[in-house]
């Protein structure tokens, strides 16, 4: 039985295929597109409190080193003004004695020593050198004219002065820490330390820090990295540029600016700064970035800077974002699996429900089906029992039919039949009046021979009457007959007959069950091969053919002779009763019509072909009983 597929309540195709069709269309894009701004947001995130936590280390380191760089500048501080103290100097620049000169000359050396500064010496009001603590050296600074630099100019204003540059002696860069020597109330020379910082550049380098200091032009003046040492920091306007360049502040340095490919100000005094890969600071492929955070030193202008490189915590926020790309895609992965399991599952049970509910469904129009069937078998058993009943009293009416319609045919052969008996009889009476006068006159041969005679007469009246009750008779026309037994049997009956001709026999039928009466089916064939025989009776060499064949559901049985044939004007009347050609007793004229009526009696008919080839074919046709083939014969 099949089941309604309605049952399944499956969404219709065109339904169910397009929101996958979306699905598998936007679901990868969409789930790319949120790895990658997740991972950004994740490596964002890392470097964004990577930065954080970077600029609070880096808020201490700088404090410390700040610090340090103060307290080496402050170091010296003090120091030009101790020569204030110091009467050789005073005495000096009162009186410029080549005496004076060389105490001072000693005692600046020795104070130069003592104090690890790079230089000390004292310049008048106009600028030039008095006595310096490198009186010895070949580069001496003793006599110069140093008036041209700031740190004078603003010592002799009564201002300190600080100032690193550039010597102008020997190109060495040092830091310069000017004080105007005052004597009661008015300046009578400048005293200048120079003190060398170097020692804080590779305290940095030694430490692994990138830092540096710059100055009030905003030129790099202390850095970790040498080759940063002299870069503007600042945009240089040529005007600037020109005035240091007078100054000497940095000798003949060309003062190239340190300018970033990218600067973000985090907050106060916290940079991100961005430098090209190819800055010939680095030699790497990648631009660099670092965090860069400065302070002012105090008592000077100028800033103190730490770098703090990027490129580490850089890596580490690209490896972040990777990891968050990642973990979402197994998520998203993880989840899109979990999701189509769960649809599996769901569609496995709802088809599960589906079927459950088909079976009961089905189960219930069983129920109902059988009920329907029950109902239905009742009414056909009705309607069998009534068919049958119909059928009986068909056959019955039927029965009664064929016995009307022989008694018909018999009615309608009565006035034949009556004269057929009236002819007897009239001669019989002439013939038995005759007898009575022959035997009163001794007659005797005449008599014998009219008695006789009367005797044949009879005996034909006998004949015809039992061939009419036969054919009456009541109740022969059903059963069965079996064709190869009923031929055997006319043939037998014909026996004597056949025996004394040379006939050649042909059969060639089946040997089929007819529905017919055995003893109807061998009179007709007694009828119609004795005919046979009868037209055969000058032929040299009589052939008789029987013939069978199926034809739907009747078979069709050929006698053919090889006779003398029936002239036109007797095929006019061949089926008509008492018509016949035969001479004297031979021919009742019966045989054809009883047969014919026979035949039709149970559904058949009987008819005559006339061979071009000469001779006579009658065709008995009549119903099989089973219409499967039999056997040849
Ligand atoms: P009957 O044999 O008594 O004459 P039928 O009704 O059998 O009566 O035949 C009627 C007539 O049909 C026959 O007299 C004969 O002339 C003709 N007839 C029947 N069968 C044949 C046949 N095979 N060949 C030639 N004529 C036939």
Not at 180 to 207: C, D, N, S, T, Y
Not at 290 to 313: A, E, G, H, I
Not at 339 to 359: D, F, H, S
Not at 557 to 582: M, S, Y
Request: charged share 25%.
């Amino acid at each position: 039985m099949k089941c309604d597929p309605n049952l399944y309540r499956a969404a219709p195709q065109s339904l169910a295929v397009k929101p996958r069709l979306i699905r598998h269309l936007f679901l990868p894009p969409l789930i790319i597109a949120l790895m990658i701004g997740l991972g950004y947001i994740g490596f964002w995130l890392s470097e964004h409190y990577g930065i954080r936590h970077l600029g609070e280390n880096g808020q201490r380191q700088l404090e410390l080193h700040a610090r340090a760089v103060e307290s080496e500048i402050s170091k010296y501080t003090y120091l030009p003004s101790l020569l204030e103290l110091e009467s050789s100097v005073s005495q000096l620049l009162a009186d410029p004695t080549p005496e004076h000169r060389q105490t001072v000359n000693d005692y600046l050396e020795g104070l130069n020593r003592r104090s690890r500064s790079r230089a000390i010496y004292v310049m008048d009001t106009t600028g030039r050198v008095m006595a310096t603590s490198n009186w010895r050296d070949f580069d001496s600074y003793l006599g110069e004219d140093l008036s041209f630099r700031a740190y004078f100019q603003n010592a002799v204003r009564g201002q300190p002065g600080r100032f690193y540059g550039i010597g102008s002696t020997n190109g060495e860069p040092g830091y310069y820490l000017a004080h105007g020597l005052e004597e009661h109330g008015k300046i009578i020379g400048v005293a200048v330390v120079k003190v060398r910082l170097e020692a804080m550049e590779e305290r940095w380098q030694r430490a692994r820090l990138e830092a540096f200091v710059s100055d009030e032009n905003g030129i790099i003046i202390l850095s970790s990295d040498p080759s940063r040492r002299l870069k503007s920091v600042l945009p240089l306007s040529d005007e600037t540029k020109e005035k240091l360049a007078r100054s000497l502040q940095y000798y003949w340095f060309p003062l190239n600016e340190l300018q970033p490919l990218a600067r973000e100000t985090l907050s106060e005094g916290v940079e991100k700064l961005t430098f090209p890969a190819n800055s010939e600071l680095k030699s790497d492929d990648e631009n660099i970035s670092y965090l860069s955070q400065s302070r002012p030193l105090s008592d000077t202008p100028w800033n103190f800077t730490l770098l703090t490189p990027l490129q580490d915590l850089r890596r580490e926020a690209i490896n972040q974002g990777i990891l968050v790309a990642v973990a979402f895609a197994l998520v998203a992965f993880l989840l899109i699996a979990w999701n189509e399991r769960r649809k599996v599952i769901a569609t496995r049970l709802a088809a599960r429900e589906a079927l459950q509910e088909a079976n009961n469904q089905l189960e219930r129009r069983i129920t109902e089906r059988t009920v329907d069937l029950r109902a239905s078998n009742e009414r056909l058993k009705g309607q069998i029992r009534e068919r049958r009943h119909a059928e009986e009293t068909l056959r019955r009416a039927q029965d009664e039919l064929v016995q009307a319609g022989k008694l018909a045919a018999i009615g309608q052969m009565s006035t034949s039949i009556a004269h057929e008996l009236n002819q007897p009889l009239a001669a019989l009476r002439t013939l038995s009046g005759n007898t009575v006068r022959f035997l009163e006159r001794g007659q005797l041969d005449v008599a014998s021979t009219n008695l006789k005679t009367i005797n044949e007469l009879i005996d034909r009246m006998g004949r015809i009457t039992a061939s009419l009750r036969s054919f009456a008779r009541r109740g022969d026309d059903k059963g069965q007959a079996c064709l190869g037994k009923a031929a055997d049997a006319a043939l037998q009956l014909l026996g004597s007959r056949v025996e004394n001709t040379p006939l050649r026999l042909h059969r060639d039928f089946e040997d089929v069950q007819l529905q017919i009466d055995q003893t109807r089916l061998e009179q007709i064939l007694v009828n119609l091969i004795g005919n046979a025989l009868d037209a055969m009776q000058a032929q040299p060499l009589p052939q008789l053919w029987l013939e069978g064949e199926r034809v739907d559901d009747k078979y069709r049985l050929r006698v053919r002779d090889n006779g003398h044939g029936i002239d036109a004007e007797t095929r006019k009347h061949l089926f008509e009763p008492f018509f016949t050609t035969k001479p004297g007793e031979q021919g009742l004229g019966l045989g054809l019509t009883l047969s014919a009526s026979l035949a039709a009696a149970t559904g058949g008919q009987l008819g005559v072909e006339h061979p071009a080839s000469g001779g006579t074919a009658f065709v008995l046709s009549l119903p099989l009983v089973s219409p499967t083939p039999a056997e040849p014969i």
